[in-house]
T-cell receptor
Framework: NAGVTQTPKFQVLKTGQSMTLQCAQD?????MSWYRQDPGMGLRLIHY???????DQGEVPNGYNVSRSTTEDFPLRLLSAAPSQTSVYFC?????????????FGQGTRLTVV | KQEVTQIPAALSVPEGENLVLNCSFT??????LQWFRQDPGKGLTSLLL?????REQTSGRLNASLDKSSGRSTLYIAASQPGDSATYLC??????????????FGKGTKLSVKP
């Protein structure tokens, strides 16, 4: 059982480039989300999805786009990378909204924008 | 607005000690509280999920307690080992407004267990 899988693990982008961070889970979880982790700021929610076809914005959505065409996959797109998006990105999933269920996290994608 | 605080930010102990990590939250109307472990350069590993109706949860050498009325949770680690060295994070689901259900994290306690 792979759990939550994120690719790539590391990425270096130039300012203005676009890219997609991949996230897949094999636990048939309805709820998926993306967080970024920055020193001194902790983990902050970017976007989330409560099921296929349904997405919503989190705390820091600007510069990011998401879609959820299947239950398994929840990719995060950077439209035009900026140095402020240098961060570690984590994807998480849970059976439903994490009001009563355990959340599971991927291993992270470390992104550097130069 | 719910805020989650973890004090101290860093803790260093000798191997074999029993230790307590603290997590406090400002809004006591929580559904649950989850403790995570994060190793350097790695993802978050769920350790314990304690529901609002529970007072404590145990897994091996770990015991998490929850006191909603005082807005506190503690993670007790028995007989600490160097392999326990990591950052420990606590999180509660947001229970109001937009992004309801999403996790609000503390900034973590970095634990170092010296051999």
């Amino acid at each position: 059982n792979a759990g939550v899988t994120q690719t790539p693990k590391f990425q270096v982008l130039k300012t203005g480039q676009s890219m997609t961070l991949q996230c897949a889970q094999d636990m048939n979880h309805e709820y998926m989300s993306w967080y970024r982790q920055d020193p001194g700021m902790g983990l902050r929610l970017i976007h989330y999805s409560v099921g296929a076809g349904i997405t919503d914005q989190g705390e820091v959505p600007n510069g990011y786009n998401v879609s959820r065409s299947t239950t398994e996959d929840f990719p995060l797109r950077l439209l035009s990378a900026a140095p402020s998006q240098t961060s570690v990105y984590f994807c998480a999933s849970s059976y439903s909204l994490p009001l009563n269920t355990e959340a599971f996290f991927g291993q992270g994608t470390r992104l550097t924008v130069v | 607005k719910q805020e989650v605080t973890q004090i101290p930010a860093a803790l260093s102990v000798p191997e074999g000690e029993n230790l307590v990590l603290n997590c406090s939250f400002t809004d006591s109307a929580i559904y649950n509280l989850q403790w995570f472990r994060q190793d350097p350069g790695k993802g978050l590993t769920s350790l314990l999920l304690i529901q609002s109706s529970q007072r404590e949860q145990t897994s091996g050498r770990l015991n998490a307690s929850l006191d909603k009325s005082s807005g506190r949770s503690t993670l007790y680690i028995a007989a600490s080992q160097p392999g326990d060295s990591a950052t420990y994070l606590c999180a509660v689901p947001r229970n109001y407004g937009g992004s309801q259900g999403n996790l609000i994290f503390g900034k973590g306690t970095k634990l170092s267990v010296k051999p």
